[in-house]
């Protein structure tokens, strides 16, 4: 099984930046993306970039604040993403997901966290008024 391990997290005041990593071992042929926690709420998609093409999709609220990236190298991907202006309606455990299944394209699987069938252990954000 892909092991996702998460790093980046922690507390900020409003207006500040974050970038949180994520490193996937190995050969990734996958669409990989970034969701959130929030406190009381389901799981939502943030950020997803494809397989190939490195097509970018976001979740309208952190569009124009956050970037999601990859680089690769022989040891394996590590997945960014870097958050800017951050408020405190961004406070929650952000995950790392990983998906063999994406021929929707990553608009639909950052949608629907059922098409993610890997997932990190999830890093604590803690955004401050």
């Known amino acids: 099984a892909l092991q996702l391990t998460e790093s980046g997290g922690g507390s900020v005041q409003a207006g500040g930046s974050l970038r949180l990593s994520c490193v996937a071992p190995g050969n990734s042929p996958y669409c990989m993306a970034w969701f959130r926690q929030l406190p009381g709420r389901e799981r939502e998609g943030v950020a997803g970039i494809s397989r190939a093409s490195g097509t970018t999709d976001y979740l309208p609220s952190v569009k124009f604040r956050f970037t999601i990236s990859r680089s690769r190298d022989i040891d394996g991907t590590t997945l960014y993403l870097q958050m800017n202006i951050l408020k405190p309606e961004d406070t929650g455990v952000y995950f790392c997901?990983?998906?063999?299944?994406?021929?929707?394209?990553?608009?639909?699987?950052?949608?629907?966290?059922?098409?993610?069938?890997?997932w990190g252990q999830g890093t604590q954000v803690t955004v401050s008024s």
């Open positions: 997901a990983a998906t063999t299944v994406c021929t929707e394209g990553i608009a639909a699987a950052l949608r629907n966290p059922n098409t993610f069938n890997y």
